[in-house]
């Protein structure tokens, strides 16, 4: 179903799903298989270079689709343009324009939504302490859960925040220390001053490091568990 016929992967429990497909001209759709409305998307253009990694995020609008500047590839502050990409996520339909895709050109897309115990999409605003920062309970539709992965980016302040990569392999116990871009080409570096723990239901900031706990500024996130649907939590 859907305007566009997809290629598509969807995990058995519905969170996660990848669609690549070709574009077609004006407002296009295609269907996600997530079988709710998806909560975090990424979208390339896999032709035009000048394109940008295109990301919706629950949390930033509540529609979707009026987002606008918020790119994997980039660190801008997420901006907002009416009907940006054309309409609002449904169950079963995802929307894109040649805001995000250029012409007929092949494309790529990432769909997620919480699953409790196995993904967590939300936020939290920062209050500025060097060492009290905010305790965030990842928001997986349920009570949370220890993160294994955990994707921040500040979308409303003044840093014009990196997208921050943290895991439990790279930093075995706490704080997480060892920092790495996904809108950079820069190396993997330890910041003492961007500490972070890693909780039982979430995550404590642990810093004031710009990105990731500027006094009211608001930061996304995007989580995997590191013992799927609670089984050791």
């Given at each position: 179903?859907?305007?566009?016929?997809?290629?598509?992967?969807?995990?058995?429990?519905?969170?996660?799903?990848?669609?690549?497909?070709?574009?077609g001209t004006g407002t296009q759709n295609f269907a996600h298989g997530l079988?709710?409305?998806p909560e975090m998307v990424i979208l390339r253009d896999l032709d035009d270079?000048?394109?940008h990694w295109q990301v919706q995020h629950k949390d930033v609008n509540t529609?979707?689709?009026?987002?606008?500047?918020?790119?994997?590839?980039?660190?801008?502050?997420?901006?907002?343009?009416?009907?940006?990409?054309?309409?609002?996520?449904?169950?079963?339909?995802?929307?894109?324009?040649?805001?995000?895709?250029?012409?007929?050109?092949?494309?790529?897309?990432?769909?997620?939504?919480?699953?409790?115990?196995?993904?967590?999409?939300?936020?939290?605003?920062?209050?500025?302490?060097?060492?009290?920062?905010?305790?965030?309970?990842?928001?997986?539709?349920?009570?949370?859960?220890?993160?294994?992965?955990?994707?921040?980016?500040?979308?409303?302040?003044?840093?014009?925040?990196?997208?921050?990569?943290?895991?439990?392999?790279?930093?075995?116990?706490?704080?997480?220390?060892?920092?790495?871009?996904?809108?950079?080409?820069?190396?993997?570096?330890?910041?003492?001053?961007?500490?972070?723990?890693?909780?039982?239901?979430?995550?404590?900031?642990?810093?004031?490091?710009?990105?990731?706990?500027?006094?009211?500024?608001?930061?996304?996130?995007?989580?995997?568990?590191?013992?799927?649907?609670?089984?050791?939590?």
């Amino acid at each position: 179903t859907g305007g566009i016929t997809v290629t598509r992967s969807t995990a058995s429990h519905q969170g996660f799903s990848i669609c690549k497909g070709t574009s077609g001209t004006g407002t296009q759709n295609f269907a996600h298989g997530l079988g709710a409305k998806p909560e975090m998307v990424i979208l390339r253009d896999l032709d035009d270079n000048s394109q940008h990694w295109q990301v919706q995020h629950k949390d930033v609008n509540t529609n979707m689709k009026d987002i606008t500047t918020l790119g994997l590839n980039r660190t801008n502050d997420a901006g907002s343009s009416s009907n940006w990409w054309g309409a609002e996520p449904t169950t079963t339909l995802q929307y894109f324009t040649t805001n995000q895709v250029t012409g007929t050109n092949d494309f790529v897309c990432y769909l997620f939504r919480r699953i409790p115990g196995l993904i967590g999409i939300g936020h939290y605003v920062g209050n500025g302490s060097s060492t009290d920062g905010p305790a965030v309970i990842i928001d997986d539709g349920a009570s949370g859960f220890k993160p294994a992965f955990l994707l921040i980016k500040e979308y409303d302040g003044s840093n014009n925040g990196n997208w921050f990569i943290r895991d439990n392999v790279r930093d075995t116990y706490n704080p997480s220390k060892n920092d790495f871009y996904a809108n950079q080409t820069a190396a993997e570096y330890t910041d003492s001053n961007s500490d972070i723990d890693f909780t039982a239901n979430g995550f404590k900031i642990r810093c004031n490091a710009g990105g990731y706990n500027e006094s009211e500024a608001k930061n996304l996130y995007l989580a995997f568990a590191e013992e799927p649907f609670g089984l050791n939590n």
